[in-house]
């Protein structure tokens, strides 16, 4: 393609132009070669002549055709190049509001000045999942794009943000953060995202500030590294610092601010704990005052600096941490402020020491004053032999003063940043992270000093990393699509980092300068001049020594010499540091001291400790020289521990610019945009791009975007590969242009330009075409018109000119027709004749000739026979020999090959290795066993230790009893109740006087009512007029508005249902939440159990439903079964299913068990002590008397005695509960017949037996025990021989009985027992009595006190309003003894229905026995009769109730609920088991037995929860249990009794009705659970449904042909993207959503619920595309509108097929009709958008508007839609009261609704199938 066929006529071009950096014009006449200039017309129709340059020959840029301007991929576009990239962006800004753009890996983003609603939860969900190139531009894209990738490829990533102070880099960083912190959010409970998000406000406190170009600039560049783990969840996160720019602590330009916290720290002086700071206004202080206004128009400063303590607060810094960061801070501005006065020698100075700014500032960090003075003025020289104290000037001083803020803020700052590390760090190993680098861009100003070297610098080395990425990139494209490629040149600023930063460079010079006494910048300026001017990047200015020039990336900067030495040293005088080292406050004193990381905190924070222990022994000191490094050294170290960083991951760019300076919304300054395109490296990256092959297009897009150009025959061939191949070789005759890859196609730049004019060229002479066709046809059937008219007028005449020829020739042929019938009778008769003659001959001839073929035919098919068997017989005779003989061979070479095996695995079996094989894996099993054995041990070891505590104290127990047991024995007289007696008469007494007083009060309240009364009577008289006159206003005015009353009840009708619809919805969403956190509960708990898990540990039955308890109703769990070892046995034999129980006894056994088991263990320590007594006493007494060792040997018989029969006795007793458990067995089993007299005789004489046997055994028991109490008497008294000795009792000397003795010990003891509980319970009633006595006198004193205050009010009041003040409170007391007296009548009826059913379930129990007793005498009657009758029993109906015995409740719901699979029920009742279910629930209630209800309905709930669990991704298990549980549901509710559900029940129906439990409680819960399984169903088909949604519903072509008009495809930029189709149709929807239908019809599910699951699913469409469509630019055209309405068209047929049409479906989704309505209509004239704002009420404005931005034409024909019909169509919608959400919320759910659906069948008619397993079941 030549030059002249590009630039031919009409072509458009871009030329420079001075004010818009570049405009557009159009060619008026082709250009030929050797043309010296272009007739060119611009857009305001001027005509200019162009110059071309002969020599060069550089002809200007080519425009790229219409429909390819908007991309959003600036390397989309044909012709690449500057002027292209900035209309397409100044187009998106502007036109369509869009602020992000592609520029291939690089996203452009333009700061609007403005909020956009495009960052809330649901844009980060939306773009959640997605492939980069499939939405629009975003920044949460390149986040969603990091983030795939690091789960991917398990690669660290980085974001890396760059731009202008204003272009946005802090925000977009921010917003970057915040969609890690929403999808990767951390699993635990630490909330480290929020930790994460909330280091911003600190950070943007102390390093963001106010300059001229932003009022939020950072001044520091940060990179945060956000951690995670394996299942990439937020761990943690780490921050690095760079550059802080300390002079703005000291220094402000005009408009500008210092750091934001000290201007927050001043407008929130006034707190009072702020008060020590002594600060005024920010204006007071020198350091935030020098910039003018200290305010910034439209921020709080006091508010920012709540939320700031706020996230220290969550960081986790401390309070007190907190006051001592203010204090500093508030420190560095008194410094500022200090007076500092000239001396009038000038070379010295002095501060006053009444200065209140010093006292401040000395105060606040904990310094001596003095010191503090004299150092600020003065400085110490040093030198070999001496030291010397010098005064220093007035600038000295302040310089001096400057550099300590700086200094102390700095410092300040990296303690900041590393606590903040500290607070996101985390113990969790870190798996791989995401960087986001915030980074200063580049800078060039007037005067730009060692701040912006440092920064242009750093841009430098990234735009070095930067260039390599993309060029690497590139080449692995077209690796990757094996095309050949060669290598592209691209800009390498290697050179000006070496003058920078290699040896004897600009740095190098710097600090070489830096170490030299009396080092100036002149002399380092002049150095550089000496050692750089060679350098092609280096250049000297003509006009100055001081200044000199770097040739960077992006531009020239001249930096200006001055400053730059001091900067680079930052110099802080050592006194003045020592002083703070010294300070009283350990913060302060740490921050400043020595033993730190060499690399300050301002470059890398993080990296080691800023709070040090100091050393006892004080660090040799060191010259001030060698103090620390210089800035710019510490600024390269930093920099390349960056780029290492950087260039360890996978790099992700994000280019911020700023589109004017005035900070005005939306408008684009193209100079300042173009400044910094050039300075971000975006159009080097389209120099790179346009290098290479830029435009690239899948072979099936190309195809169908220009098969117009293809010819018919070549369409024949179904490659559309080698049809693509042959089209753009015969198109573009250079195959350079072009070259084919894998998957796609690549063009040079230029070459899809070209294609899209042969395709326009092609469109306009189709056009041609069809508009000659047309006119030829316009005329043709104007001829056809008058042809037509001409030849009626012919018809009618002919027609009467015919007419009369018809009548002759009609006579002529009736005359004819009469003569051919006639003559045709004569042949026909002949012919047939002749033919009967022939067929009779021919039939016997061919009998003939058949016989004789048949006969012939029967001989060869018997020989054919005969033949067939022979050789099957040889053949088979063949083959079997040979089988024969193969088996042989295979025999023998089996047995060889078996002999060399067996060889082999001998000769193995004897090696070494196969010994370690086999001894693999013993070592870490003996190690596991050493292991367990020492767990065990410790266990052992904590147990006897808790065993010994335990045993401690209940001794100590004990003896305190025993005391107070002494003292109660020792003081019988002393009577304390006569001192309760005493305080109860004065309490009366207070009583009574408070009566009194209340009588007095009573009585002056009534004469007050009697009058008020009076006044009442009046006013009601008044009032009774007033209503009258009310009631006849209000006559008339009903007559007038009867209209608006029905209009103003219609609407309140409307929004109470709407309030109703939100309540039940908030109802339903708590039940969600509910069920959320209860399933995290789970997890949580199973988490716990396996890591508190040890081997001697018990685990829980595996049938044990970890949702039990969870549940809203009492069942056994393992905490609540515990303290003791025989209730675990329990729960372990019968499993904790079957442990269920009513609490109240379960808690009552649980109390009396440990009651037994205190007594117990009191009982055996006080034996144990009196064990060790004796054998104490045997030891001291055994040399003195050997007889006492027979009673000590009889005493231990004894007790081994009573041990041995207490255990018998044990046996015998459970002896006595098994006979018990059996006899009750045969009763239950012998209740339906006769049982045998013997049988029941003989076990109640083995019962009796028992009794007997164990009488005798308790009598033992207590022989030995009095023997047992007897020894120890008989060993008291030989222990006191004095006391019996000294005291002499009457009848002592009288021998008394052993027996009596003892009785009359016990006697003693029961007795005391007595007394005890008498004395204890007269305690309880007086102390009952004396709390309800001062509860008595607290509720007349409180109705005192409101009484005198009411009184004291109504005092102040006018008489009206004490009338009404006193008719308000007499009616608030009516109403509350009205409200009173209801609740006591409501629990009287409560209580009356209560006893109701108590009296008929006796009086059948009466009848029942009545029965029985009339029956027994009957039997007796019988008996008596002399001839015996056989009695036969009476067949009873089944009576619909399912009887089934407590311990098989577990199999029941294990083969009913948890291990029933749905298609076991395929052909059977739908909803079986919920009927069978409710049928054992009728039986409990029939037998009034409420535990088994409860335990029954319990275990239901549970077990479903279970199943639902389980199979929570399982759509037919979650529809089944739903129906079930409805249809549980309904039958509660229909046979409840109420009459409210009765009304469609049959007569049998109602016998079926509960009797004796009112189960309305368990109603609601099974509701919930309903509305849970509901949701989770819902969340099922989503969870299906998601993946087909967008492909379906936008991208596939349910429409043939329309994609032929599709708009030019950028290329898929996502690495993340899998090369697998993953496409859905329409068909595959409709498939699924059959496939819904017909299980939810199949379950029984009711219809009413069934509409409801597709109304919530077809919403679901609905949200999910029209989403994507507002993010989509690609899908905003007229086919995708055309594609949209087929295919919801085609739901709605699905959905009146199905006769769903009455759900709702079809209007949930109206927005994405209207939308795909708002695609197709006509948008250019008042009308248009007047008829979309009529149309488009379900779309809210701002969806309206981004539709109308996002829309794209489909060809060069089609124009777009203008910014003046947007602003149009916004004007007419500003007063609707849209929200401000843009998208629709796709998890909104619908409140559920189960309206109760009552069955026909009756319960006696359900069949049981035998599949279930439930035999156990019988049938009543």
Sequence with gaps: MSVSELYSQFTRVWIPDPDEVWCSAELTKDYKEGDKTLRLKLEDETIREYPIDVQSNQLPFLRNPDILVGENDLTALSYLHEPAVLHNLKVRFLESNHIYTYCGIVLVAINPYEQLPIYGQDVIYAYSGQNMGDMDPHVFAVAEEAYKQMARDEKNQSIIVSGESGAGKTVSAKYAMRYFATVGGSASETNIEEKVLASSPIMEAIGNAKTTRNDNSSRFGKYIQIGFDKRYHIIGANMRTYLLEKSRVVFQADDERNYHIFYQLCAAANLPEFKELALTSAEDFFYTSQGGDTSIEGVDDAEDFEKTRQAFTLLGVRESHQISIFKIIASILHLGSVEIQAERDGDSCSISPQDEHLNNFCRLLGVEHSQMEHWLCHRKLVTTSETYVKTMSLQQVLNARNALAKHIYAQLFGWIVEHINKALHTSLKQHSFIGVLDIYGFETFEVNSFEQFCINYANEKLQQQFNWHVFKLEQEEYMKEQIPWTLIDFHDNQPCIDLIEAKLGILDLLDEECKVPKGTDQNWAQKLYDRHSSSQH????????????????????????????????????????????????????????DDKDPIPATTTPGKGSKINIRSARPPMKTSNKEHKKTVGHQFRTSLHLLMETLNATTPHYVRCIKPNDEKLPFHFDPKRAVQQLRACGVLETIRISAAGYPSRWAYHDFFNRYRVLIKKKELANTDKKA?????????IKDPDKFQFGRTKIFFRAGQVAYLEKLRADKFRAATIMIQKTVRGWLQRVKYHRLKQATLTLQRYWRGYLARRLAEHLRRTRAATAIQKQYRMWRARQAYQRVRGAAVVIQAFTRGMLVRTMYRQVLMEHKATVIQKHVRGWVARRRFQRLRAAAIVIQCAFRRLKARQELKALRIEARSAEHLKRLNVGMENKVVQLQRKIDDQSKEFKTLSEQFSTATSTYAMEVERLQKELARYQRSPGEDPSLRLQEEVET???ELQKAHSERKVLEDAHGREKDELRKRVADLEQENALLKDEKEQLNNQILCQSKEEFAQDSAKENLLMKKELEEER?????????????????????????????????????????????DSNYPSVSTSEIGDTEDALQQVEEIGLEKAAMDMTVFLKLQKRVRELEQERKKLQVQLEKREQQDSKKVQVEQPQNDVDSDPDADLAYNSLKRQELESENKKLKNDLNELRKAMADQAMQNNSSHGSPDSYSLLLDQLKLANEELEVRKEEVLILRTQIVSADQRRGRSMEPNINARTSWPNSEKHVDQ???????????????LLEAQLQAQSREHEEEVETLKGQLEALKEEMDKQQQTFCQTLLLSPEAQVEFGVQQEMSRLTNENLDLKELVEKLEKNERKLKKQLKIYMKKVQDLEAAQA??????????????????????????????????????????????????????????????LYMCIRHADYANDDVKVHSLLTSTINGIKKVLKKHNDDFEMTSFWLSNTCRLLHCLKQYSGDEGFMTQNTAKQNEHCLKNFDLTEYRQVLSDLSIQIYQQLIKIAEGVLQPMIVSAMLENESIQGLSGVKPTGYRKRSSSMADGDNSYCLEAIIRQMNSFHTVLCDQGLDPEIIMQVFKQLFYVINAVTLNNLLLRKDVCSWSTGMQLRYNISQLEEWLRGRNLHQSGAVQTMEPLIQAAQLLQLKKKTQEDAEAICSLCTSLSTQQIVKILNLYTPLNEFEERVTVAFIRTIQAQLQERNDPQQLLLDSKHMFPVLFPFNPSSLTMDSIHIPACLNLEFLNEV
Excluded: W
């Design 538 to 593: 280096f250049q000297k200015p003509r006009m100055s020594n001081t200044a000199f020039i770097v040739v960077h990336f992006a531009d020239k900067v001249e930096y200006l010499s001055d400053g730059f030495l001091e900067k680079n040293r930052d110099t802080v005088y050592e006194e003045q540091i020592n002083i703070l080292k010294a300070s009283k406050f350990p913060m302060v004193a740490d921050l400043f001291h």
């Design 1415 to 1476: 029956l027994a005498q009957s039997d007796r009657r019988r008996h008596e009769l002399t001839r015996q009758v056989t009695v036969q029993r009476k067949e009873k109906d089944f009576q619909g109730m399912l009887e089934y015995h407590k311990e098989d409740e577990a199999l029941l719901i294990r083969n009913l609920v948890t291990e029933l699979k749905p298609q076991m029920l395929s052909g059977t009742v739908p909803c079986l088991p919920a009927y069978i």
């Design 1299 to 1313: 027996e009596d003795a003892i009785e009359a010990y016990h006697g003693v003891c029961q007795t005391n027992r």
């Design 723 to 731: 049809i693509c191949k042959s089209v753009l070789e015969n198109l």
């Design 987 to 989: 309490l009366r007494s």
């Design 1065 to 1109: 919805s908030r109802y339903q969403n708590l039940v969600k939440e509910y069920s959320r956190l209860e399933q995290r509960f789970d997890n949580l708990r199973d988490e716990l159990t396996i890591i508190k898990q040890t081997p001697g540990h018990r685990r829980n039955p595996s049938n044990q439903s970890s949702l039990e308890s």
